[in-house]
């Protein structure tokens, strides 16, 4: 129940899971738990691989909305 569900991905944005293997995990074998670990490995790697994108190239031009927005505004 510590689980936050992201409404843009549908996925806990901790455990990258999503609520049916939530719901589920307490009732699946290894082999099922292992399938869903090679997933979240990969969900987790996508998120970072967005991080960087973001940090790299979109957050460095933030200011220009700013910039923009104040310039509508006067």
Aim: charged content about 25%.
């Amino acid at each position: 129940s510590v689980c936050r569900m992201s409404p843009a991905s549908e996925l806990c944005e901790g455990c990258f899971r999503t609520l049916d293997e939530i719901a589920a995990w307490s009732r699946m074998g290894d082999d099922d738990k292992r399938a869903v670990w090679a997933l979240i490995a990969q969900r987790a790697e996508a998120a970072a691989e967005a991080l960087t994108f973001y940090l790299d190239f979109i957050s460095p031009y933030a200011w220009l909305q700013s910039t923009r927005l104040e310039h509508f505004a006067q």
